[in-house]
């Protein structure tokens, strides 16, 4: 069963503007960790944001914020002031004990900035 | 710091060859993982190894494919023989302790099997 899905393969979004990316998750466990890596065309994956599932506060890291709402089991990624070096793929994980807490990857999103 | 290293980035070989991909940690981490990159099948976790042990090989797809950590610094990845279907990026990714923590990504290698 998918665990992960991103239902946007891929955006369009405007210089300086932000972009939201969409992640949803199943999972049963109380106590799990949500990921968002970056890849871009370089082909490098980097590690962008974490969100534990006890976690109160919505994840930041610099222009990244994580909106999470877990009643809906969604993690979406907010990227503000977009610049050209953000184009690339995005991809959302999970990991969760009833995988064994191996991390499991969504399908990804292919976001392009445009000047 | 150093990140993950892998090496080579690249790697284009015939079928039926040999292919040996490599990776170094970052220093101080105790998991390291191998995963495979396809358009079809996106990315899969082949194995990982916990203090040089390997703790999980569910994902490795045949026997053709082997993975050694004799130390805590190096880890090997191994097809042999290689085949067309194999051709992928493989990235190796560290983690500090168990592996629920963030796991960290290497360059990759992209190899071609002809």
């Known amino acids: 069963a998918q665990k992960i899905t991103q239902t946007q393969p891929g955006m369009f979004v405007q210089e300086k503007e932000a972009v939201t990316l969409d992640c949803t998750y199943d999972t049963s466990d109380q106590s799990y960790g949500l990921f968002w890596y970056k890849q871009p065309s370089s082909g490098e994956m980097i590690f962008l944001i974490y969100?534990?599932?006890?976690?109160?506060q919505n994840a930041t890291e610099g222009r990244y914020s994580l909106n999470f709402q877990k009643a809906r089991k969604s993690a979406n990624l907010v990227i503000s002031a977009s610049q050209l070096g953000d184009s690339a793929m995005y991809f959302c994980?999970?990991?969760?004990?009833?995988?064994?807490?191996?991390?499991?990857f969504g399908a990804g999103t292919t976001v392009t900035v445009r000047a | 710091d150093a990140g993950v290293i892998q090496s080579p980035r690249h790697e284009v070989t015939e079928m039926g060859q040999e292919v040996t991909l490599r990776c170094k940690p970052i220093?101080?981490?105790?998991?390291l993982f191998w995963y495979r990159q396809t358009m079809m099948r996106g990315l899969e976790l082949l194995i990982y190894?916990?203090?040089?042990?390997?703790?999980?090989d569910s994902g490795m797809p045949e026997d053709r494919f082997s993975a050694k950590m004799p130390n805590a610094s190096f880890s090997t990845l191994k097809i042999q023989p290689s085949e067309p279907r194999d051709s992928a990026v493989y990235f190796c990714?560290?983690?500090?302790?168990?592996?629920?923590?963030?796991?960290?990504f290497g360059p990759g290698t992209r190899l071609t099997v002809l």
């Open positions: 220093s101080g981490h105790n998991s």
């Open positions: 969100q534990g599932s006890y976690d109160e």
């Open positions: 994980a999970m990991r969760d004990r009833s995988n064994d807490y191996k991390l499991s």
């Open positions: 990714a560290s983690s500090l302790g168990q592996i629920a923590d963030t796991q960290y």
């Open positions: 190894f916990n203090n040089n042990v390997p703790i999980d």
